[in-house]
């Protein structure tokens, strides 16, 4: 079983290794990798508060330090990834049956987004083989009652967290599977040591940040930020950058700053940073209960849903390229239909006690990541659980003993799973790849190829508002300018907050020679954002060009 999850995801690596999104990196692939190789050349410390989770980028690093491409990671990943089906296949054996932990292992090994992650420069994989770690640790604790089990399983939920933060709201959920009856002293026993090994890793953590200026902060200053982006009036449950067109992660580390300290009128600290802007979402919850109520429930059906919610990445274009992916890969409906069979048989077998480690982070982990904003990815650790009770039924039907009917029926349950789901699922969505795909295009020098891909985002979703922005851009830079002015007038219009936009429409109304205009345009860059470099090189600009036109009027005049 192992050696064919491998297979598999050698024979996807083989297939994507050259492609857009793998050999060549966007969004936050692409500040991993930056990150990484900042790392690898020697400032292992920095100088800045950590604004994402460092767990990876360093892992990244010394993978650097050895070999300095992604494809060295991805081979780590593939090896990470067999490892967590261990993992996993000894927490069912553990929480249930032997055959259940082999079901649910091999389940997972065919799991497309699961193999699709493990070719992604991205930290997914690892925190999908930390879960699997995490639920055997448990397990484990929890049969053997020992404080050192507890202790482990507890430093393997902190790596949890220096992967992913959320975990660290999703982990004192687990705290009463250490609790026994009569056991009260050893039981809050347990539970503190559980505690403590989450604290231990992330002790370091807090140390560095502290160093480093960033005050009390034991993991990252992104939280405020993104409870805050997931949870505001104009919220949908997705991503939306706090200031439009600004969702790369340079931007996404710097706006939050800019913005809060805009707001305080003094320097913040990070976790001042963060502490604002959970403020803010909070006094929108007061204010608006049942909009926040409705919100939270959107979100949970985003969670919940068939289809994978892109990213940087897409499933379904990467999988129209890798045969062995499309061929066998298993999509979350077919997860979703194993696990519900599961539960079904875990009521009759009454295993619901002894899977309790399963459901309970399988909620824990639903319910942190909901409280803030969804991509499909996010949800991948939590989903790991629930392949424990995909595996019952099919367990049961090939299990040495079944019956010839139980193997029929496991069997026709495991093919419909593969299929029925998706003829529900809806077209995929075009137009961030081919947004994505113009972006790699302008980095490889390539702006014919970049506008192609730009112009067919804007044509799958004619309400997309990043195309505009690029191919103004685009268009500036080739000398077009009043094509540019036409796309960006358009981008405004759609969004006013797009410091970019107005700053690219100004240049182009210089260009032109429209100085009032211009000088419109520049002004409400400068007034959302005063620093804006680019902004201000043209504000200056233009003030030359006025000047010279006036000396020139001057000099003509009678």
Not at 56 to 77: C, D, F, K, S
Not at 130 to 158: D, E, K, P, Q
Not at 175 to 193: D, F, I, K, T
Request: proline share 6%; net charge positive.
């Amino acid at each position: 079983m192992l050696a064919g999850a491998a297979a598999l995801r050698l024979l996807h690596w083989a297939a994507v290794g050259r492609l857009p999104f793998v050999d060549q990196l966007v969004l936050d692939s692409a500040e991993y990798d930056r990150w990484a190789r900042t790392l690898a050349a020697g400032d292992w410390l920095g100088s800045e508060p950590f604004f994402q989770a460092p767990l990876y980028p360093y892992l990244i690093g010394l993978v650097y330090r050895l070999a300095a491409t992604p494809h060295a990671v991805y081979l780590l990943q593939i090896a990470a990834a067999v490892a967590g089906l261990w993992c996993l296949a000894r927490a069912g054996a553990r929480l249930a049956d032997e055959w259940t932990g082999l079901a649910a292992a091999a389940l997972a090994g065919l799991y497309a987004p699961f193999v699709l992650h493990d070719v992604q420069l991205l930290k997914e994989p690892f925190a999908v083989s930390l879960v699997a770690a995490l639920l055997w640790a448990v397990a484990a604790a929890r049969a053997s009652g020992r404080g050192r089990a507890w202790l482990l399983a507890g430093a393997a939920g902190g790596l949890l967290v220096l992967l992913r933060e959320n975990a660290l709201a999703a982990l004192p959920l687990l705290l009463p599977l250490a609790w026994r009856r009569g056991e009260y002293r050893a039981s809050l026993g347990r539970g503190l040591l559980f505690l403590v090994g989450i604290a231990l890793p992330l002790l370091p953590v807090a140390a560095r940040n502290a160093w480093v200026g960033g005050g009390l902060l034991p993991t990252t200053y992104q939280g405020g930020a993104n409870y805050y982006i997931g949870n505001n009036p104009e919220a949908d449950g997705t991503y939306r950058p706090l200031t439009p067109g600004r969702q790369i992660p340079a931007h996404e580390r710097r706006e939050p700053w800019r913005l809060a300290e805009a707001a305080a009128g003094r320097p913040l600290t990070a976790n001042e940073v963060s502490a604002y802007w959970y403020e803010r979402a909070f006094a929108w919850a007061r204010a608006e209960p049942l909009a926040f109520l409705r919100l939270q429930l959107r979100k949970a059906g985003l969670y919940l849903a068939l289809y994978e919610w892109p990213d940087a990445v897409d499933l379904y274009w990467l999988r129209a390229r890798s045969p062995a992916l499309a061929a066998v890969g298993l999509d979350f409906g077919a997860l979703a239909l194993l696990a519900l069979a599961g539960a079904g048989v875990a009521w009759r077998r009454r295993l619901w006690g002894a899977l309790a480690p399963a459901w309970l982070f399988a909620l824990a982990w639903m319910a942190s990541t909901v409280a803030f904003f969804l991509f499909s990815r996010y949800r991948l650790p939590g989903l790991v659980p629930l392949f424990l009770f995909a595996g019952l039924p099919l367990a049961a039907g090939f299990a040495p003993g079944a019956s010839r009917r139980a193997r029929l029926a496991a069997l026709a349950l495991l093919v419909a799973a593969w299929g029925l789901p998706r003829l529900a699922l809806p077209a995929p969505r075009l137009d961030l790849v081919e947004q994505n795909l113009g972006r790699l295009a302008a980095d490889r020098g390539e702006p014919a190829a970049a506008e192609a891909h730009f112009r067919a985002a804007l044509a799958a979703n004619p309400e997309s508002f990043l195309p505009l922005v690029e191919l103004g851009a685009l268009a500036g830079r080739s000398g077009r300018a009043e094509e540019a002015r036409g796309w960006l007038e358009r981008a405004v219009a759609r969004e006013p907050g797009a410091v970019e936009a107005w700053a690219n429409l100004g240049a182009a109304c210089l260009a032109l020679g429209d100085l009032p205009a211009a000088a419109a345009a520049l002004d409400r860059a400068l007034a959302l954002d005063p620093g804006f470099a680019a902004a201000l090189r043209n504000r200056e600009l233009l003030r030359q060009r006025v000047r010279g036109e006036a000396a020139a009027e001057r000099a003509g005049g009678p």
